[in-house]
Structure formats: structure tokens, C-alpha cells
């Protein structure tokens, strides 16, 4: 995503992911960041 990506391209280079696990990606780095919402 930061490289310009979508969910669904990510998905696509790397099929052992779902859209579950960069979704949880996405929420853990938003708790780590102490930042209420990540605009993806």
C-alpha cells in the first residue's frame, strides 16, 4: 500500500494472504502508531 498497491494487487502478488490479514496489518500498525484511523 505504501508502494501504491491495493488490498486486491497484494492479494494477487501474494495469494497466501486474504484481505483479513492486511486488514489486521493495517489495525495493528494504527494501535502501534497511536493513530485512531490509517486511510488506506
Not at 486486491?8 to 495469494?15: G, H, K, R
Not at 494472504?17 to 502508531?33: F, H, N, P, R, V
Request: glycine content about 4%; hydrophobic content about 50%.
Amino acid at each position: 500500500m505504501a508502494a501504491g498497491l491495493t488490498s486486491d494487487e497484494i492479494i494477487e502478488e501474494l495469494p497466501d494472504l486474504e484481505k483479513g490479514d492486511i486488514l489486521a496489518a493495517l489495525k495493528y500498525a494504527s494501535q502501534k502508531l497511536n493513530h485512531p484511523v490509517i486511510a488506506a
